[in-house]
T-cell receptor
């Protein structure tokens, strides 16, 4: 199993540009989520999904969109990039129940200039 | 609302010293899960342990041990005889009960504690 994969590893955007961060998992996990990591703030939940076609907002959803058309994929779209979105983005997946640990992808380091 | 506090932002020790990382949490749920993750300098997040709110037994795994005290809402982590490879950022996290379509898997993270082990 590849686990959770994310592309790209690094990205530089100009303010106002849009892009999609890709996330895929091959463990048949129902639950997938996106977090951003900023210095001193731990990881904060952006959006999550409990299955194909079902998504919901996390703690910091503004400026991001998600969709989940398949169990495997959960892309994160930045609609109009802002410098405040400079961060490291992690995708995670797990079985749905909260007892299960989440498996994290390797992260995408995004810089918005 | 859930909250996790890791008051120590950075701890520096010399190899073979013990180091304890504090984690204090807040939740209104009676059923919840606590986790520790390690983030080495390479950047990935590595799962270390999960503990449910009904199990207050301490746990030991090699040089790692965890002390869960519900009375003080704490879930502390100790590395015994630290090694240079233990240098990393360690995160404590909390998940609660699912409500409606909301997943109970939503993790609330603490700010992390950076551990630096010097040779």
């Amino acid at each position: 199993n590849a686990g959770v994969t994310q592309t790209p590893k690094f990205q530089v955007l100009k303010t106002g540009q849009s892009m999609t961060l890709q996330c895929a998992q091959d463990m048949n996990h129902e639950y997938m989520s996106w977090y951003r990591q900023d210095p001193g703030m731990g990881l904060r939940l952006i959006h999550y999904s409990v299955g194909a076609g079902i998504t919901d907002q996390g703690e910091v959803p503004n400026g991001y969109n998600v969709s989940r058309s398949t169990t495997e994929d959960f892309p994160l779209r930045l609609l109009s990039a802002a410098p405040s979105q400079t961060s490291v983005y992690f995708c995670a997946s797990s079985y749905r129940r909260s007892a299960y640990e989440q498996y994290f992808g390797p992260g995408t380091r995004l810089t918005v200039t | 609302a859930q909250k996790v506090t890791q008051a120590q932002t950075e701890i520096s020790v010399v190899e073979k010293e013990d180091v304890t990382l504090d984690c204090v949490y807040e939740t209104r749920d009676t059923t919840y899960y606590l986790f520790w993750y390690k983030q080495p300098p390479s950047g990935e997040l590595v799962f270390l342990i999960r503990r449910n709110s009904f199990d207050e037994q301490n746990e030991i795994s090699g040089r790692y041990s965890w002390n869960f005290q519900k009375s003080t809402s704490s879930f502390n982590f100790t590395i015994t005889a630290s090694q240079v490879v233990d240098s990393a950022v360690y995160f404590c996290a909390l998940s609660g009960r699912a409500r409606g379509k909301a997943a109970g898997n939503k993790l609330t993270f603490g700010g992390g504690t950076r551990v630096l082990v010097k040779p």
